[in-house]
Structure formats: structure tokens, C-alpha cells
């Protein structure tokens, strides 16, 4: 969005930074090698790349020709346990968070929360629509009960 990505906060590893069901924004297609040390990536986990983690940037280590990063959650004890090779690096933090629309956007995703996406304004529609119908008909009832017809004049 307005060239940001924005991902939803599933786990507590960076409270109190954000909260689990916010809403993060980041700047994606960053340069890795212009990162520092206290700065915020979200990357894919090194164990399975379906996974998109945010963490702090703990340690920029450069070995041989390749550029790595070790990381850990603000509320985390100790640091991640995997180094982040700079290819993993999706995006950085860019210090805007909206609370708790996260919990509404994973609902959603759900065929639950699809359905009643659906059902609940569409209902909606069809009652207002049923009352206006319902009120355009009683006053044309009323317009007539009053009019004095041609046999009556």
C-alpha cells in the first residue's frame, strides 16, 4: 500500500514494540547492506521460507562474500538461534503500526469471517432496501385513501 507492505503481528516476540494483532508497515526492496545494527527486518526463516519473521538486528556479519544477520525479538530472552542471509531480507520496519486491525484481517482470511464479510452487508442491503419499498407503498396507499376519486366529485 503507497509502496509499503504491511503484515499482521501473530506472535509476542517484539512487545512491547508492537503488539500481537497489529498491523506493522514496511518498506520493501530495501538494500541489505545498508542495514544496522538495531534496525528492524522481517525476513524469511532460514528453517522454512513460508514463514515471514520481524526482528531486531542484533549483529551484521559479514563472512566471506556472503552478508548475514543475527536478529531477536524484543520480548525474546535470547537471540534467534539461525543467522539471516541477506537474500531472506523481505522488507524493513518503518515505525508505523495500527493495534489490534490485525485480529480483523486474519478473520476475514477465514471462511467464517469470508461468509459474514458477505452476508452481513448484503443483508443489510436487502432490509433497507424492504423498508424503503415498504414505506414508498404505504404512502401511495395513504395518496389514494385521501384523494377523492371521479364518482365522489
Sequence with gaps: MFGHEMYVVLSGSMVPTFQVGSVIFDTPHINPATLKVGEMITFKAPYTQNMLITH???????????????????????????????????????????????????????????????????ALLIISQMVSLTRSLRKELRAKEVAPTKSEV
Design 56 to 122: 531486531r538486528i542484533i549483529q551484521v556479519i559479514h563472512r566471506g562474500n556472503q552478508l548475514l544477520f543475527h536478529t531477536k525479538g524484543d520480548a525474546n530472552k535470547v537471540a534467534d538461534f539461525f543467522l539471516v542471509p541477506s537474500q531472506n531480507v523481505v522488507a524493513q520496519y518503518d515505525n508505523f503500526t495500527v493495534p489490534y486491525v490485525g485480529y480483523y484481517l486474519e478473520f476475514v482470511k477465514t471462511k467464517l469471517g469470508m461468509a459474514l464479510t458477505l452476508i452481513i452487508p448484503g
